[in-house]
């Protein structure tokens, strides 16, 4: 292994085993101080915007406020549930920049967008949730685990195929009747409804 490799593994493995600790409060209010910056900054630029532009800046000004802020508290209280809440952060982040993404379009066009957007939100928040379940700690035995994980993917799988669906059969409603008839039965047939 060449010197470089084993300063970059010695950083990482340094890295990660610092990140396993909480922040003293010191550390929190300088995080707290610079994301709170950070989003006066991003808002300031979106002031220059008009328009969507100026929504969609906001909205990710936002978001990225909320993630920095979900991960800091992850950082300072390390926990099973403070992770979750990172996760969701950014699957709730980019919905709400998808969907103001979609007022960009109009009729069924913006329809279609939003429904993508809410079946990429869900998947999402699904595979947090999946997440959670195989990081959280248990007294349980291997196999009770594994089933527990097992259902949880079959959960997520589920309302990810129902989102998608809806997706699906939003994007029909601009066909002729028999066509969409046809595009429906389709998407009932890809998504098991």
């Not at 003293?24 to 709170?36: C, G, N, Q």
């Not at 601009?174 to 890809?190: G, Q």
Request: charged share 35%.
């Amino acid at each position: 292994m060449n010197s470089y490799l084993k300063i970059t593994s010695a950083l990482a493995i340094s890295l990660y085993a610092a990140s396993a600790f909480a922040l003293t409060s010191d550390e929190v209010k300088t995080e707290k101080k610079s994301i709170e910056a950070a989003y006066k900054s991003a808002m300031a630029q979106c002031k220059t915007l008009s328009g969507n532009a100026k929504d969609i800046c906001e909205k990710e000004a936002k978001g990225n406020e909320n993630i920095a802020k979900a991960d800091l508290d992850a950082k300072e209280k390390p926990s099973d549930s403070t992770h979750y809440k990172a996760r969701l952060a950014r699957a709730d982040a980019a919905y709400e920049i998808a969907k103001e993404r979609c007022d960009d379009q109009s009729g069924n066009a913006k329809d279609v967008c939003k429904k993508d957007a809410q079946a990429t939100h869900v998947k999402a928040r699904e595979d947090a949730k999946v997440k959670r379940t195989q990081e959280a700690p248990s007294n349980m035995t291997p196999q009770d685990k594994a089933a527990n994980v097992s259902e949880a993917r079959k959960d997520a799988a589920q309302a990810t195929r129902d989102a998608e669906y809806k997706a699906a059969k939003e994007r029909c409603d601009t066909l002729p009747a028999a066509s969409k008839d046809a595009c429906v039965n389709d998407a009932k047939t890809r998504f098991a409804q």
